[in-house]
């Protein structure tokens, strides 16, 4: 479900994830393909985990990757600092 203060257009591609990666088992590497941008803006929830394999996914396709630091956050908070400190 996306957060209802997002600025979501009806022309704006939604996936749904059922892993950490947005890549796994979705559509996104094709819908990617097509556009073919060279960097990505990441953000979400679960910063240590989802945001994290994305990114490394994203790396691993030769995207430059940019986590939005202040549109990420985790419930671990030791985690979510590690990490932010990564990024």
Same mark, same amino acid.
Request: net charge negative.
């Given at each position: ?6 600025? $979501? ?10 892993r ?39 790396y ?7 986590i ?11 985690? $979510? ?7």
């Amino acid at each position: 479900m996306l957060h209802p203060g997002l600025d $979501w257009r009806s022309t704006d591609l939604t996936f749904v994830k059922k892993r950490y990666s947005a890549f796994f088992k979705t559509p996104l590497d094709e819908a990617l393909a097509k556009i073919d941008p060279s960097e990505l803006v990441l953000c979400g929830v679960n910063t240590h985990a989802c945001v994290r394999m994305a990114a490394i996914d994203a790396y691993q396709r030769d995207y430059r990757v940019v986590i939005a630091r202040e549109c990420v956050g985790s419930n671990n908070e030791e985690l $979510w600092l590690i990490l932010g400190d990564a990024a």
